[in-house]
Structure formats: C-alpha cells, structure tokens
C-alpha cells in the first residue's frame, strides 16, 4: 500500500499503508448524504445510486468486523466536512477518509467516473493485510450486500 495520509472524519491524518499492517476492510464509494437532494440523473449512473445505502451495511456490521479483529474505513472523494456531517446523522462508528485529490485513487490505479463536471471513485472494497490487497471486490453491486459479502470472504479465510 502507498504511504498516502488521508483526512478522517476524527479530524487525523491517517497513513493508509499503516492500515495494511493488520488486517482491514477499505470501501470506497462515489458519495454518500443520506439526503434525497441528488440529482435525478444521478440514478442513471451506473454504480452511483446506493452509496448511503453500502455505507449503513458496513455500519449495521461493525461489530461482527470488529469480532473477526478487522477494521473498516469508508473512503470517497468528499471533504472531510461533508463526510463528517453524514457520519454524524447516520450513526457512524467507523472512520470516513477522504481522498478529494485523488491521491489514493490514482496510486492504487481505481476507477472512477465523471458527473456533471465532477470526478468520482467507483465502488469497491478492499481486504488489506500485510501491506498489501489480500482481495479485491469489484464492481459492487447491490451496494446494501458489500459488508456481508465481504464478511462472507473474512470468515472464509481467517488465516
């Protein structure tokens, strides 16, 4: 993994290559509000719709990642701010990172897309342990299931 620092929604600068070191769940996602104040045309980009959705799965799941001695972070291309503000209505336990230059997106080579002018990452998640990807799921979909399909692996593999 890069030794790339991101902001948390904690308000620290977290080393992603540190994450690695023990075994940990990174997703990723386009961007999450928990607000019905996206455009509509936002539904009609495949991968977009469902973010709030993926990262409310993660958080009903935490403490089964939490049992299996995992981590998870949520990452997307929004200021800490914004992810902050959705944490805190949606009942966040776990850290939000953002990435909003990219930083990340481009070392691990990650897809992204464009809307309206704007860039964003698609969604996947990653398994990491040792520094490096242990497993890759992507594409994601449906977006509410990611957490469990990921447990699924987690409990597949506990070496």
Request: with cysteine; charged share 25%; aromatic share 10%.
């Amino acid at each position: 993994m890069p030794p790339v620092r991101l902001l948390s929604t904690r308000g620290r600068r977290v080393d992603v290559a540190e994450l690695s070191i023990a075994r940990s769940v990174m997703f990723f996602y386009p961007a999450a509000t928990g607000r019905p104040d996206m455009p509509r045309e936002w539904n009609l980009v495949p991968g977009a719709r469902g973010c709030t959705a993926q990262t409310c799965a993660y958080r009903d799941h935490h403490r089964e990642f939490r049992r299996l001695g995992v981590d998870v972070y949520g990452i997307s291309a929004q200021d800490s701010a914004e992810q902050k503000d959705f944490a805190g209505r949606m009942g966040i336990a776990y850290e939000l990172l953002s990435d909003s230059d990219f930083e990340l997106t481009e070392a691990l080579r990650l897809p992204t897309f464009e809307f309206q002018g704007r860039r964003y990452i698609k969604r996947l998640a990653l398994v990491l342990r040792d520094h490096r990807i242990e497993s890759a799921f992507y594409p994601v979909f449906p977006p509410d299931r990611n957490a469990e399909v990921v447990l699924g692996y987690l409990r597949g593999n506990q070496t």
